[in-house]
């Protein structure tokens, strides 16, 4: 990870199916995610934004286009230069709408988990989850099960989790879409308590207008086009 940019697409375009089936996804995306930028992408559904997520987070490559993470280029069209489960697992972090706990698991197991399938050694792991339990304020559940916990506990598990192998960019999709208005600006700060501590780059995928002023950059999709926009960031 070499640069000051956490995230780097350009011309990034994704397109389904061929000739009168064909549908443009998402079309020239260009966007710059520094490190320790929190991100918003706004936008309707269907409007592509989930198509972009999915592209930079190596999981549905682009059609054309390229994705740098840290500097280094890592997809080129719909050529990944890298391992992408490898990378995605020791540099990119994943938050979802629902918080996605392994039920029969404790909040301490499911971070535990993320580390020790990169082969940390189990008193490492451990060590490690309870300091990010801890740093986001559920330590004190460490040994509750998922169903125990309040849908806040459970999305702040499951930021730890998405840190737990310190990746530069952390991707939330629909973070606050199950929590109230003051759960989900809690939730909204701590994203960027994350970037600006950690110099994490973060993109949060969000319906929710009211928390905008925490973000340091909005960007709107509408029908597969990106654009950047000021309205929102205070």
Same mark, same amino acid.
């Given at each position: 990870m070499r640069n000051g940019f956490a995230i780097e697409t350009k011309g990034l375009t994704k397109v389904y199916g061929s000739g009168n089936t064909e549908v443009v996804?998402?079309?020239?995306?260009? !966007?710059? *995610?520094?490190?320790?930028?929190? #991100?918003?992408l706004l936008g309707p559904s269907g409007s592509g934004k989930s198509t972009?997520?999915?592209a930079?987070?190596?999981?549905?490559?682009?059609?054309?286009?390229?994705?740098?993470i840290g500097g280094e280029l890592v997809v080129d069209g719909p050529v990944a230069l890298r391992d992408a489960r490898s990378f995605r697992r020791k540099f990119i972090g994943f938050v979802f709408q629902k918080s996605n706990l392994i039920p029969f698991?404790?909040?301490?197991?499911? !971070?535990? *988990?993320?580390?020790?399938?990169? #082969?940390?050694?189990?008193a490492a792991a451990r060590e490690r989850a309870m300091e990010l339990l801890d740093y986001l304020g559920v330590a004190d559940r460490a040994d509750h099960y998922p169903a125990?916990?309040?849908?806040g506990q459970q999305q702040r598990v499951a930021v730890a989790r998405a840190l737990a192998n310190q990746p530069s960019i952390i991707l939330a999709d629909e973070p606050t879409a199950a929590l109230d208005g003051r759960l989900g600006r809690q939730v909204m700060e701590l994203f960027r308590k994350l970037a600006h501590e950690h110099g994490t780059g973060v993109v949060v995928v969000t319906h929710d207008h009211r928390a905008l002023d925490v973000f340091d950059s909005v960007y709107e999709m509408e029908d597969g086009v990106i654009r950047r926009s000021e309205s929102g960031v205070q």
């Open positions: 996804a998402m079309s020239n995306a260009d !966007v710059t *995610i520094r490190r320790g930028e929190v #991100a918003a972009f997520l999915t930079i987070g190596l999981i549905n490559p682009p059609s054309a286009g390229q994705i740098r698991l404790s909040a301490i197991e499911n !971070v535990r *988990i993320a580390l020790e399938i990169n #082969a940390w050694p189990a125990t916990l309040s849908g």
